[in-house]
C-alpha cells in the first residue's frame, strides 16, 4: 500500500523557517512526481509545490523565493523548506503523488496518496 507520512510542522514566529519532510512507505518515491499543498481553516486546498522525477520544480505565486521543494531519493524523503513564515502561511501541510497529468499543469493534476497532513502556525 501506497503511504506518504508528513512530518515537521509546528508553531513558528513571523519570519521563521520549518523544513517538513514527506516519507514515503511501500514505494520508490522518485519514481513519483511529488506536491505539496495546505489548506487553511475555512479556504480551499491550494498547490504549494511540486517536484517532478526529473528533478524540476513549481512554486505557487504566493511561496516563490521563500519556499524550496526537494527530494533525497536515497532517504526516500522529499522536503519543503519554509523561510521567511508569514501568519498567512498558516495551514495543514500535505503531500501527495502525481497520479495523473492531463497536461494542464500540475495544480491541476490528479494526487493520491495523500497524507495525514502536519500543521504549521505562524504567530507571534
Known amino acids: 500500500q501506497l503511504q506518504l507520512v508528513e512530518s515537521g510542522g509546528g508553531l513558528v514566529r513571523p519570519g521563521g523557517s520549518l523544513r517538513l519532510s514527506c516519507a514515503a512507505s511501500?514505494?520508490?518515491?522518485?519514481?513519483?512526481?511529488i506536491g505539496w499543498f495546505r489548506q487553511a481553516p475555512g479556504k480551499e486546498r491550494e498547490g504549494v509545490a511540486f517536484i517532478r522525477r526529473t528533478g524540476g520544480t513549481n512554486y505557487a505565486d504566493s511561496v516563490k523565493g521563500r519556499f524550496t521543494i526537494s527530494r533525497d531519493n536515497a532517504k526516500n524523503t522529499v522536503y519543503l523548506q519554509m523561510n521567511s513564515l508569514k501568519p498567512g502561511d498558516t495551514a495543514v501541510y500535505y503531500c501527495?503523488?502525481?497520479?495523473?497529468?492531463?497536461?494542464?499543469?500540475?495544480?491541476?493534476?490528479?494526487?493520491?496518496?495523500w497524507g495525514q497532513g502536519t500543521q504549521v502556525i505562524v504567530s507571534s
Open positions: 511501500g514505494f520508490t518515491l522518485h519514481g513519483y512526481d
Open positions: 501527495a503523488a502525481m497520479t495523473l497529468d492531463y497536461g494542464l499543469g500540475w495544480e491541476k493534476a490528479d494526487f493520491g496518496s
